[in-house]
């Protein structure tokens, strides 16, 4: 299973027999040209798509959300041509109104001491994305029971 995190850095995460084998971001150019499974074939596709929230409710600019549909839409499509099964998940859906520094830990604090051990040295500003990733890809394999 690959789960992604679209975005001007896109996190993603790779996912086999419910163990994570890989982890990284990709820049939008670089996830639209190679979006990453090609060479692990997974099944499942697992895609967060941005959610307009009302009024006063939201962050940044609700244009940008529009971008990352976009880019979501843009990447689902690329794994069906490819016959995986994909799923496009809100971000309230897999991780609620959880604070992004509290949900990143016990993101990372679910995974085995391998699984982290495999996790690339990203900058702050990047890592989150990936973090994102690997949270979207353990919840679906627990709400499927595969973790």
């Known amino acids: 299973m ?4 679209p975005g ?3 996190g993603w995460a790779l996912f086999f027999h419910g163990k994570l084998q890989a982890a990284g971001v990709l820049s939008e150019a670089t996830i639209l040209d190679k ?14 798509i941005p959610r307009a929230y009302p009024l006063g409710k939201g962050k940044g600019d609700p244009q940008d ?5 976009i880019l979501a839409g843009d990447l689902r499509g690329f794994y069906r041509r490819h016959g995986l099964h994909t ?3 809100e971000p309230r859906r897999w991780k609620g109104t959880v604070p992004k520094d509290i949900h990143g830990e016990r993101v990372l604090g679910a995974l085995a001491p391998d ?8 900058p702050k500003s ?8 690997i949270g979207l890809g353990l919840w679906w394999l627990e709400k499927e029971d595969m973790r």
Request: hydrophobic share 60%; no cysteine; aromatic share 4%.
């Open 65 to 69: 959300l529009i971008k990352l549909a």
């Open 87 to 89: 799923e496009l998940v």
């Open 8 to 10: 001007k850095w896109s």
């Open 126 to 133: 990047k890592r989150h994305n990936m973090v994102d990733a």
């Open 35 to 48: 979006p990453p499974m090609v060479e692990w074939a997974p099944a499942v596709a697992v895609i967060e």
């Open 115 to 122: 699984e982290a051990a495999i996790l690339p040295t990203l």
């Open 2 to 5: 690959i789960a992604i995190d």
